[in-house]
């Protein structure tokens, strides 16, 4: 999301995902503007769901952790969501799970006619409901801040009651030798729920996410149809998962 952003707006959010808190009279002095014109970036960043102005100033509308992850990688993360659009045709019915890689493919549907989405995230959420073409069906479930997710027994009942042709899921950290691995146990149980339910699922994930493992393993990289990644991969680790009888796909 934040490609959306100029320049003045990016220092705003940065210094927000840094402190995360700013005041008009401190950004008005760093920028060397007057604080009318602060007031006003505020006030257009708040409308599109950036920050949450308050008394003298502001604050994120996101956890800090979503805005870092947001601000990482951006280009490849745009690149790889492109690339998970082009597989959706017209009519499909998918499932997108939470997370600032997975949450732009909604933004890539733009020209696709009646989709519908399965989504636990409300960042997916934030991009479908500008395309009058994208009907959207919410999980439920308990919200998790740091994730921008619905997660818990709600969000797994939900899932677990649909059918659909494709699941774009993602991940903290993939390794051949312990596969998708994430942080949190509640978010492990959504990607199956929706591997179960999906006729393809593609995993979403940036090549830095390569050779990194968090806390819970989630699926054998096996499981899933195809991994869409960016070109930084390492073509020893390109041949190492080829070799191991899986579909990546890497886009520039």
Do not use: W, Y
């Given at each position: 999301m934040t490609e959306d952003l100029n320049e003045r707006e990016r220092i705003i959010l940065n210094k927000l995902s840094a402190e995360g808190s700013v005041t008009v009279t401190a950004m008005a002095r760093e920028l060397g503007l007057s604080e009318v014109t602060i007031r006003g970036d505020l006030k257009a960043m708040e409308d599109r769901g950036w920050l949450n102005r308050t008394r003298g100033g502001a604050a994120p509308a996101f956890h800090r952790d979503i805005l870092e992850r947001q601000q990482s990688r951006q280009e490849e993360k745009n690149a790889i969501a492109r690339r998970a659009a082009e597989l959706v045709r017209n009519g499909d019915v998918i499932m997108i799970e939470a997370g600032t890689t997975t949450a732009l493919v909604a933004k890539y549907l733009q020209g696709k006619r009646d989709i519908h989405i399965v989504t636990n995230s409300t960042l997916v959420f934030a991009y479908a409901?500008?395309?009058?073409?994208?009907?959207?069906?919410?999980?439920?479930?308990?919200?998790?801040?740091?994730?921008?997710?619905?997660v818990g027994p709600v969000a797994l009942d939900t899932i677990?009651?649909?059918?659909?042709?494709?699941?774009?899921?993602?991940?903290?950290?993939?390794?051949?030798?312990?596969?998708?691995?994430?942080?949190?146990?509640?978010?492990?149980?959504?990607?199956?729920?929706?591997?179960?339910?999906?006729e393809t699922t593609a995993l979403l994930a940036d090549s830095g996410k390569f050779g990194r493992s968090g806390f819970i393993s989630v699926l054998p990289l096996a499981e899933m149809d195809v991994i869409i990644t960016d070109s930084g991969l390492t073509e020893t680790a390109v041949e190492e998962l080829t070799a191991a009888g899986i579909k990546i796909e890497s886009v520039n």
């Open positions: 409901r500008m395309n009058p073409m994208l009907q959207i069906t919410m999980t439920g479930g308990e919200f998790r801040r740091p994730t921008e997710s619905l677990s009651r649909l059918n659909v042709r494709l699941a774009f899921v993602g991940t903290d950290g993939f390794t051949l030798e312990r596969g998708m691995t994430t942080h949190l146990v509640e978010g492990a149980e959504i990607v199956k729920a929706m591997k179960a339910r999906a």
